[in-house]
């Protein structure tokens, strides 16, 4: 259980931190830059990990037949429509349809790469 809770604070702060570079890499796409405190994106990382953990589920399986047809691709849409749909619940932080999906690749990257160093830390120490 508490693995469990440390891995999803850790996933809320590097959730945090990729939406952080991803607004300073891409900016927002909106035409009058909201305020970007530290706060706010700690609480968009929160939302944002909410939002995967819940909605994502029901959205990949109402999604499956253009999973299929795209072989897979479709999942980049997917991943941008969460990250517009946290941010748009999120005070203080905006961003467009095509930024979020650009924010979505950056966030899965990072995601992925902390999913492979926490599988080999918990290798290392099961070993």
Same mark, same amino acid.
């Given at each position: ?6 891995? /999803? ?13 991803s607004v300073?890499? /891409? ?46 691709? /479709? ?5 941008? /429509? ?36 926490l599988q ?8």
């Amino acid at each position: 259980m508490a693995d469990g809770i440390l891995a /999803f604070i850790l996933r809320w702060l590097l959730n945090s931190f990729g939406i952080w570079l991803s607004v300073k890499l /891409f900016g927002t796409g909106l035409s009058q830059e909201p305020l970007s405190t530290m706060s706010a994106f700690i609480v968009a990382g929160l939302v944002f990990s909410i939002v995967n953990a819940m909605v994502r589920p029901i959205v990949l399986i109402l999604s499956l037949p253009a999973l299929l047809i795209t072989m897979g691709l /479709f999942i980049i849409v997917i991943n941008g /429509f969460m990250v517009w749909l946290a941010l748009a619940i999120t005070p203080g932080i905006g961003m467009t349809f095509s930024h979020a999906i650009l924010t979505g690749i950056v966030l899965s990257v990072v995601n992925w790469v902390v999913s492979g160093m926490l599988q080999v830390d918990y290798l290392r120490r099961k070993a």
